[in-house]
């Protein structure tokens, strides 16, 4: 990249054309492995306490001159490298979520901010939407989004647009539409969504509340209000004029045909969850997407890390372009981290109690470290990963806790 930076950066003629302390690799170097800190203590780390560092002002003027294009480039160019070597049943699964951002207060910036009453200072979003490999623990693509702007929906269609037929897209009921199921099957992808039990697809099945039930349903989808389709509505299912539908254009008199399959499954004792797929019961039975569907918590878990052992909470500038070069170097050093850990084999011990996993939260640290230092032996820093590790309790259940969490001011850093 930097023998091409002329692309990456927003004066072609002017920046980095000068040899300098700060070159194009070293300031995207440095940005990729900034952590909580304030950016006075991490040029400290990064130059190991050398007198020589720069100043913060030098690296505040050089990553103004770098374009958020060079991170999203580097995120794809780095995935490309490498394949990725776990399957379900010989498909690629891939969990589609979003998770709203919060960054630096930007009062002016209309599409991010939101104030409640003049009085307040009010706080700014933005909306990561992702797209995760569950097998291999890596982010495959991302869209942002500012949050009064955000769509999952257009998110989704085009982060899966270009993927290949065998693989299988797990998405919560967020994502429950009739355009975006066409779209993954127009596209020869396989898909398992939850959906809502009363409301929008469901709504005119009749399922049962308190029992397993597996169907497959055979609609047609039209934007005429006929007296045939008001007669039959078991078959036919009505679009509003104001609903999205990209295969039936407003005012057609055509219809579309769709066929999938309903699944009703109990997750636990008296708790019911509704999934819709295109996966048919002479492959892949209820437990096989009773499967997928728990195992779409790993991207969940995922947003839990990058934001709090890889860093994203807490920003190093107020410049929006330059928060989008730190979400998407937070993303490359996620994926650099379970590149690492995912092929770091643990010993198994039949005299334990328990089967034991990675603690993702240190092997994350120690892999950062190790991106930082060209001293850590890399047989020491899996020695490291495998020896700390945590149990795996598969049946735990604990109630999931949400609250607010703002931006990390700049004057308070996490130590």
Known sequence: ????????????????????????????????????????????????????????????????????????????KFNETFSQTSFFHGYRLYAVDGSDIHIPTLPDDYGTHYCSNDLSKGYNLMHLNALYDLMNRRYMDAVLQDSRSENEHSALILMTNKLKHNSIIVADRGYEAYNTIAHLENNGLKYVIRIKEKRGIA???????????????DILLTRRQTNEVKADPENYRYLAPFSTFDFLPKGSKDTYPMRFRIIRIKISEGLYE????????????????????????????????????????????????????????????????????ENIALDDDKYNQYCYKINYALAIYACIMFFRSAHIDPSNLEYLIARNKCPVRPDRIADRKTRCHSAIGFNYRLS
């Open 274 to 341: 509704t999934l819709v797929t295109n996966l048919w019961d002479d492959t892949f039975s209820a437990e096989d997407i009773r499967k997928i569907y728990k195992m779409r918590w790993g991207i969940e878990t995922s947003f839990r890390e990058l934001k709090y052992h890889i860093g994203l909470i807490a920003f190093h500038s107020k410049k929006k372009d330059c928060m989008i070069q730190e979400i998407f170097a937070s993303l490359i050093m996620y994926n650099f981290s379970m590149l690492i850990t």
């Open 1 to 76: 990249m930097e023998k091409n930076a002329a692309a990456y950066v927003v004066n072609p003629k002017r920046d980095f054309i000068r040899k300098s302390e700060l070159s194009f690799s070293k300031t995207m170097r440095f940005i990729l492995g900034m952590g909580c800190q304030t950016l006075g203590k991490e040029l400290m780390d990064f130059y190991s306490f050398d007198a020589k560092a720069v100043s913060v002002s030098a690296v505040v003027q050089r990553r103004a001159k770098i374009l958020p294009a060079a991170f999203q480039d580097l995120f794809k």
């Open 203 to 217: 709504q005119k099945f009749n399922i049962p509340a308190d029992k397993e039930t597996d169907f497959t349903a």
